[in-house]
């Protein structure tokens, strides 16, 4: 990692004030620094449906697409924005790149979600994709696969859930399970999950490695093509919150409780193989229950970011604006 074997001229980003995305960048401009960047996202007002002519003018020769409305549990009720955002405006993106340009599709493990396999999923596994958000997903990566001799040179990254810190107050989403619970306890609120047997699992990557895994399939053509896991480890649910809260409790000395809700029941259980993205040499390099104790609990930066968090949920979004510049 570190240093690029291929050269990018011209790269656009789209979703660059993201969770993800804004790590993206930073890395991006240290990796590229003599390239010329294209960013897109709706906090600073640049709307991916609008921007057909600045694209086409700017002639990308990599684009990132990491713009997407996000949220898998409630994406049901969102399914008109998630076909308009994820489907159509991808597919119009894609048909505004010149051809051969290097495109990362970043797409997500939830795809396999549906079903919790007798081994983790490998990119081969059938996909069950159960709500709008991972049909959504899964139809730009099929579309890409149907375009794969003319088209795009893309490679397709399925994330797991990230978690860890953001780059600034403005882009941490605590939406994401563990980042949720890491808000929680250090409000001193107890923690509740669903079910009271047959807890679901799901894989977590710290947000830094996939932005690391990005650049590192980018940086090899032998990824062109190639869809690939991105992650680290699958953990249960209940073991999740408790080692969170068992390990809070001891560092600061605090009671809180874990709850179960038993008339609840979590639809989404699913294991997932990495071995394709380290086989090929990429190298995780946070460990779950380490960041949880280092950089979560202890760690002055995440807490910081917490009373960030807390501060910005009263303040409107636009007070974000160009804050990773
Ligand atoms: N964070 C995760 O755990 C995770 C897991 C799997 C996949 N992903 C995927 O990774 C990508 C980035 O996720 P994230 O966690 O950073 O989400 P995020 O919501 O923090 O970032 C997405 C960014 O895209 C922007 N955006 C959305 N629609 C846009 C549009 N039409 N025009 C311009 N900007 C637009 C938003 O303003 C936001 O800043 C998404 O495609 C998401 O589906 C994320």
């Known amino acids: 990692m570190g240093n690029n074997k291929i050269n990018y001229n011209r790269i656009l980003l789209t979703g660059s004030e993201g969770y993800i995305g804004s790590h993206v960048l930073k890395l991006l ?41 996000i949220g898998a549990e409630t994406s049901s009720d969102m399914a008109v924005d998630i076909n308009e955002n ?18 990362f599709f970043a797409s997500t493990a939830n ?47 399925r994330f797991a859930t990230n978690y860890g810190k953001a780059r600034s107050f403005g882009n941490i989403r605590y939406n994401l399970v563990v980042n949720k619970f890491m808000d929680l306890i250090l409000q001193n609120k107890s923690l509740t999950i669903y079910g009271d047997k047959d807890f679901s699992f799901r894989p977590y990557v710290h947000v830094e490695d996939v932005v690391r895994a990005i650049l590192f399939l980018l940086d090899n053509n032998k990824t062109i093509g190639e869809i690939y896991n991105v992650g680290g480890e699958n953990w249960r649910i209940d073991k999740l919150a408790k080692f969170i809260i068992d390990s809070y409790n001891k560092i600061m000395k605090k009671n809180i409780k874990l709850n179960y809700d038993k008339t609840k029941c979590d639809d989404f259980s699913y294991k997932v193989c990495f071995d394709k993205i380290e086989k090929l040499g990429f190298k995780r390099k946070h460990n779950l229950e380490k960041s949880i104790l280092n950089e979560l609990i202890t760690g002055k930066q995440y807490n910081d970011v917490m009373k960030h968090i807390s501060w910005g949920r009263k303040i409107k979004l636009k007070a974000f604006q160009g804050i990773n510049k």
């Open 111 to 157: 795809i396999y979600g549906g079903k919790l396999l007798k081994s983790p999923a490998t990119e081969k596994d059938q996909e069950y994709p159960m709500h709008p958000y991972a049909n959504g997903k899964l139809i730009i990566e099929k579309y890409l696969q149907m375009n794969y001799k003319t088209y795009l040179n893309w490679t397709i990254g």
């Open 29 to 69: 401009k240290d990796k590229y620094s003599g390239s010329e960047f294209l960013s897109i996202d709706r906090i600073n007002n640049i709307h991916l449906e609008d921007s057909e002519q600045i694209i086409k003018k700017f002639n990308p020769d990599l684009c990132v697409h990491l713009a997407a409305t």
């Open 86 to 103: 994820n489907i159509q405006n991808s597919l119009n993106l894609i048909s505004w790149l010149p051809k051969k340009c290097r495109f």
